[in-house]
């Protein structure tokens, strides 16, 4: 069965510095895997995704996420917080066996960002 | 673009009433709506997958005489929940995508703001 892990239920920050949210996958496929980002009264919003191209994915807002097959992760990572970017991230897959439009969510980190 | 709305926001509605809930694709044709899930400080739990004039197909666990899903257009999926009960207090997040689930590409699915239910 697929599954993701978020290792952190909350990450604090101060702005400027590095973010990393961290995530592991379960998977007996190749699987395709997404970081979704969700601001409060806002629909989620995809941040990037990987589906067997290269390994480093960039996104939007200057986020980047690494697949590393041999760590079954897939760390979410930003050189240098915003405010703006205080929300609940969520780490997804997607299994092929599912269909690729089945998405598994993880239980999602929420980041804080202060000044 | 790429933009999906949910009404009502939030719900409030007493024990073995029933509830609607709308999920609509503002400024695209969504083929595929599915509907999520999500209790507090958890992930979001896949429903049901609905394409449009054709039956919900429903995930393991979840009744579907419970949770009436219909797909009666390119734009609008509703997600009626019957005679609800406390334990169906939860977030009911809806999303769509432009085109049916294709098993060799991901269609990116586009997500609405959510709907808040509390049954009293």
């Known amino acids: 069965a697929q599954s993701v892990t978020q290792l952190d239920s909350h990450v604090s920050v101060s702005e400027g510095t590095p973010v990393l949210l961290r995530c592991n996958y379960s998977?007996?496929?190749?699987?395709?895997l997404f970081w979704y980002v969700q601001h409060p009264n806002k629909g989620l919003q995809l941040l990037l995704k990987?589906?067997?191209?290269?390994?480093l994915v960039k996104g939007i807002n200057g986020f980047e996420a690494e697949f590393k097959k041999s760590e079954t992760s897939f760390h979410l990572t930003k050189p240098s917080a915003h405010m703006s970017d205080a929300a609940e991230y969520f780490c997804?897959?997607?299994?092929?066996?599912?269909?690729?439009?089945?998405?598994?969510f993880g239980a999602g980190t929420r980041l804080a960002v202060h000044p | 673009g790429a933009v999906v709305s949910q009404h009502p926001s939030w719900v409030i509605c007493k024990s073995g009433t029933s509830v609607k809930i709308e999920c609509r694709s503002l400024?695209?044709?969504?083929?595929?709506m599915f509907w999520y899930r999500q209790f507090p400080k958890q992930s979001l739990m896949l429903m049901a997958t609905?394409?449009?004039?054709?039956?919900?197909?429903?995930e393991q666990g979840v009744e579907k005489d419970k949770f009436l899903i219909n797909h009666a257009s390119l734009t609008l999926s509703t997600l009626t929940v019957t005679s609800a009960h406390p334990e169906d207090s939860s977030f009911y997040i809806c999303?769509?995508?432009?085109?049916?689930?294709?098993?060799?590409?991901?269609?990116?699915?586009?997500f609405g703001p959510g709907t808040r239910l509390t049954v009293l």
């Open positions: 609905s394409n449009e004039g054709s039956k919900a197909t429903y």
């Open positions: 400024d695209f044709q969504a083929t595929t």
């Open positions: 998977s007996s496929y190749s699987p395709s």
């Open positions: 990987y589906t067997s191209a290269a390994t």
């Open positions: 999303s769509a995508s432009r085109a049916s689930g294709s098993i060799s590409s991901y269609n990116e699915q586009f």
């Open positions: 997804v897959v997607s299994p092929p066996s599912g269909g690729y439009n089945k998405l598994i």
